[in-house]
């Protein structure tokens, strides 16, 4: 059986890495005992009418047709070393402080350029440039993200854009149909649909928002794309999937539209979002715990442990308490806690009701503020070319015996007008407009020649294609 790890990771421009966001938590034993098929139990009496109706899915081109342009592509350049559980384009391993792209989708919500999108697909980025459906394309200016929530804002400088509705999550209903739509494996506007599997689902290391769960086809790059309802409004951010390939495997999950927007609200404000925090770890009570702990019921949060110095070790929290009432509303499970606190305003004071050695107690506590290190400051990755944003070397003559090419460039980093044109380190530059490249000085004369835009013959594996690249 494989080791159960989680995977977080960005989709790269052009070659498309596992789900930024994704988590690996599946097993490959999925044998079963045999069931005896012949049991009423398996085998429910099925109505007539049921039997002669066939299941047949919305209809979502009208969704599709008018909401569709709201949709962005969202590419992403910077330079560092990967961020925890983040997983590399195979066509660039990584070697300490090595070029970083990625690629997901958006959404925009205001007509003056407010989009939202995934913080994990922006996390680190020195650049991030927005592709409208209509192929215009801006630098984009990153207002705010937040990585607990996962939600990020983007700002573009243009006028009159089309928007999609916002919903409401809470109206969803686990069997509902909904619709993605995004940028799988950098196919853009691409729609999949599926229904609701499950609601207000906790992920690990991600307390602060209860997803939805869907089985929606999602794929490296549809991150931070909309999830529709069949009324047309954004009900979520779609964000991650369980896998043990990267792919989708029937497990996807959407933050709720109800806390991004709640979340934006305060990054366009400002810039920020502030959370309460406990320092305390909890679990579920289960029956077996409450009957050893002597509780009338299975219910709370069980503190596991206590943060030296936090606010729940100063206020008198111990290992062993069950957290029963926040401000006398009660905690029915442990995973309601977490959101709770870090929606409490940083230095507020609340009561805890919780069950101490076989009877209830009351701590007062004051709130503290959730902290998260910083990310790693992204820069630019260094080139050896004068405003192409690339860095290259003649092939080796072992190297072009081995692809079979009599002369080229290997592509050793990217930035700016390559990145943006989707050049990937490995690539080998084979011609620029038509003429061959052997050396460094050619590559230049023939990019100072081109004007504002010069169309590159790559190799990449076996395959050649070219890429136009923007020199204005």
């Known amino acids: 059986m494989p080791s159960r790890k989680p995977i977080r990771s960005l989709v790269a421009g052009g070659v498309i890495a596992a789900l930024a966001g994704g988590i690996v938590w599946l097993d490959s034993d999925g044998t079963v005992a045999p069931v005896a098929r012949a049991a009423d139990w398996f085998n429910p009496p099925v109505s007539s009418a049921a039997r002669s109706t066939p299941a047949v899915g919305p209809d979502f081109s009208g969704i599709v047709e008018?909401?569709?342009p709201a949709v962005v592509n969202v590419s992403v350049e910077?330079?560092?070393?990967?961020?925890?559980?983040?997983?590399?384009?195979?066509?660039?391993?990584?070697?300490?402080?090595?070029?970083?792209?990625?690629?997901?989708?958006?959404?925009?919500?205001?007509?003056?350029?407010?989009?939202?999108?995934?913080?994990?697909?922006?996390?680190?980025?020195?650049?991030?440039?927005?592709?409208?459906?209509?192929?215009?394309?801006?630098?984009?200016?990153?207002?705010?993200?937040?990585?607990?929530?996962?939600?990020?804002?983007?700002?573009?400088?243009?006028?009159d854009l089309p928007t999609v509705a916002i919903g409401d999550a809470?109206?969803?209903?686990?069997?509902?149909?909904?619709?993605?739509?995004?940028?799988?494996?950098?196919?853009?506007?691409?729609?999949?649909?599926?229904?609701?599997s499950a609601v207000a689902r906790n992920l690990p290391r991600q307390p602060y928002v209860p997803f939805i769960q869907t089985d929606v086809p999602v794929n490296p790059g549809n991150s931070g794309g909309p999830l529709f309802s069949v009324d047309g409004e954004v009900v979520g951010i779609n964000a991650q999937i369980y896998s043990d390939t990267g792919g989708f495997q029937g497990l996807s999950f959407a933050v709720p539209i109800d806390v991004a927007m709640k979340v934006a609200e305060k990054l366009l404000a400002q810039g920020e979002v502030r959370r309460g925090w406990l320092g305390a770890a909890v679990q579920e009570v289960t029956q077996p715990l409450a009957e050893a702990f002597r509780l009338p019921?299975?219910?709370?949060?069980?503190?596991?442990?206590?943060?030296?110095?936090?606010?729940?070790?100063?206020?008198g929290l111990r290992t062993g308490?069950?957290?029963?009432?926040?401000?006398?509303?009660?905690?029915?499970?442990?995973?309601?806690?977490?959101?709770?606190?870090?929606?409490?305003?940083?230095?507020?004071?609340?009561?805890?009701?919780?069950w101490r050695q076989d009877r209830p107690a009351t701590l007062e506590v004051e709130v503290g503020e959730l902290k998260l290190p910083p990310l790693p400051q992204a820069s630019r990755p260094a080139a050896n070319d004068e405003g192409l944003g690339l860095s290259v070397r003649p092939l080796s003559p072992r190297e072009a015996r081995a692809i079979k090419e009599s002369s080229g460039l290997v592509v050793e980093a990217v930035s700016g007008p390559a990145a943006h044109a989707g050049m990937q380190p490995g690539d080998v530059i084979l011609a620029v407009n038509g003429e061959a490249v052997s050396t460094v000085e050619k590559l230049r004369a023939l990019a100072r020649k081109s004007g504002n835009r010069a169309a590159l013959l790559v190799r990449r594996g076996e395959e050649k294609v070219f890429l136009p690249l923007s020199l204005g």
């Not at 402080?97 to 407010?114: A, N």
């Not at 809470?170 to 494996?185: E, F, K, Q, T």
């Not at 019921?297 to 206020?315: E, H, I, M, R, Y």
């Open 170 to 196: 809470s109206d969803i209903r686990v069997g509902s149909w909904v619709l993605a739509i995004g940028s799988p494996y950098g196919f853009d506007s691409t729609a999949t649909a599926g229904i609701v």
């Open 321 to 354: 308490d069950v957290v029963l009432k926040i401000d006398g509303t009660p905690v029915q499970r442990a995973t309601e806690l977490p959101p709770r606190i870090a929606d409490i305003a940083p230095g507020t004071r609340v009561s805890l009701q919780v």
């Open 78 to 159: 910077g330079n560092g070393p990967p961020a925890e559980g983040e997983t590399k384009a195979p066509a660039s391993p990584r070697a300490g402080q090595t070029p970083v792209f990625g690629l997901g989708s958006g959404f925009i919500i205001r007509p003056d350029g407010v989009i939202l999108t995934s913080a994990h697909v922006i996390a680190g980025a020195s650049a991030v440039t927005v592709r409208l459906s209509d192929q215009r394309t801006f630098a984009a200016e990153i207002v705010g993200l937040d990585r607990p929530a996962d939600v990020a804002v983007l700002k573009i400088d243009a006028r």
């Open 297 to 315: 019921n299975p219910a709370g949060a069980l503190v596991n442990s206590v943060q030296k110095d936090g606010p729940a070790a100063k206020a």
């Open 66 to 68: 008018h909401y569709g």
